[in-house]
């Protein structure tokens, strides 16, 4: 099976690509049943995007000079949680789909799972000549196959500081284009340091700030190229939309800094199945189906960080781990000017 997990964040556009092999045919047992069983494959994955992509937009509760400018690359490892690679699917809930060995329900792989050997179903369809047919396939597996247990994102992050106490930032990652797949993201936030207001904030050790912050993640998978499925312009769109509320709380020493944050996140899912595709049975049986369907999923929940930063000149380099649904590591480097 060809799964072109390519790099960092472009997870978000592949997630349909493990199950392509078998999409003929289970497009075959009808929209609502392939949509069904697509927004259980595909919500753990866009959940952990949502998560990973909003790592590490702090690194300091305080905030830096009037004016200062920073520039920062930042990673992140997202860890899989063991419940969210398999979900139970049970098969009275499909109108067209049953387990080939008539069991009534067991556990199968999402896109960030594994199935330990091919579980096979049996498509029901209607043939215009012979009526009612059946078909087997083999339900999609997910990265899992390829043992990877965590999501990594990276990006660039740049602030400045307009007025005191303000930070204004930005995160990035260009578009990039490999193997049919092309990904990018894009974010803004904004950070008031409320310590700043006090009259005595140079003398306080510790620094309250808030945060709220934007991003966008954008995904395309050009399946023309490798769909087993007949028809033009077949692709998949994934975009996931995230907002981010913090409150920030840290030293405020020269050399070396811990910091603690709580914040919670919002975001909003949405991958589409675009194209035309003739779903065919090989011999007699064939109906041209366009843009088949659309999944949407809402990802929210609480986040906590802690974190350390040293500066070291005139960079800096903080690390932080973040407690949440989808947990996760971050390191990065700063450099202030």
Do not use: C
């Not at 753990?44 to 509760?61: E, K, M, Q, V």
């Not at 330990?116 to 179903?121: A, L, P, T, Y």
């Not at 078909?135 to 990594?152: E, Q, Y």
């Not at 840290?250 to 944050?261: A, E």
């Amino acid at each position: 099976m060809k799964t072109p997990f390519l790099f960092l964040i472009t997870l978000a556009s592949v997630h349909f690509v493990t199950a392509q092999e078998n999409l003929n045919e289970l497009l075959a047992a009808g929209i609502d049943d392939t949509k069904q069983f697509s927004e259980r494959y595909i919500k753990p994955a866009n959940d952990g995007l949502a998560y990973g992509i909003n790592n590490n937009w702090s690194n300091s509760a305080k905030a830096p000079k009037r004016l200062g400018f920073s520039l920062s690359i930042i990673g992140n490892a997202t860890f899989i949680n063991d419940e969210d690679k398999k979900f139970i699917m049970t098969a009275s809930d499909y109108e067209n789909i049953r387990f080939k060995d008539g069991s009534a329900s067991k556990p199968v792989a999402t896109a960030l799972g594994h199935n330990d050997q091919d579980i096979i179903v049996e498509i029901t369809y209607d043939d215009p000549l012979f009526g009612e047919q059946t078909t087997d396939i083999v339900l999609p597996t997910g990265i899992g196959s390829a043992n990877i247990n965590l999501i990594p994102t990276v990006f660039l992050q740049g602030s400045f500081s307009p007025f005191k106490g303000t930070e204004v930032k930005a995160r990035y990652f260009p578009k990039i284009n490999q193997q049919d797949v092309e990904a990018g993201l894009f974010g803004f936030g904004l950070q008031q340091e409320f310590t700043s207001w006090l009259p005595s904030d140079k003398l306080f050790p510790v620094a309250v700030s808030g945060l709220i912050a934007y991003t966008q993640l954008n995904g395309t998978y050009d399946l023309v190229n490798t769909s087993t499925v007949e028809g033009e312009n077949q692709r998949v769109e994934t975009q996931t939309h995230t907002m981010l509320y913090q409150l920030l709380v840290g030293t405020n020493l020269k050399l070396f800094n811990v910091y603690g944050s709580v914040g919670y996140l919002d975001g909003k899912n949405k991958t589409d199945l675009l194209g035309t595709y003739r779903v065919s049975d090989g011999i007699l049986f064939s109906k041209e189906i366009v843009d088949p369907f659309s999944v949407e999923s809402d990802t929210s929940g609480i986040m906590g960080t802690l974190g350390a930063n040293v500066k070291l000149g005139f960079f800096s380099v903080n690390a932080a781990y973040t407690i949440a649904d989808f947990s996760s590591a971050s390191l990065g480097m700063t450099f202030g000017f």
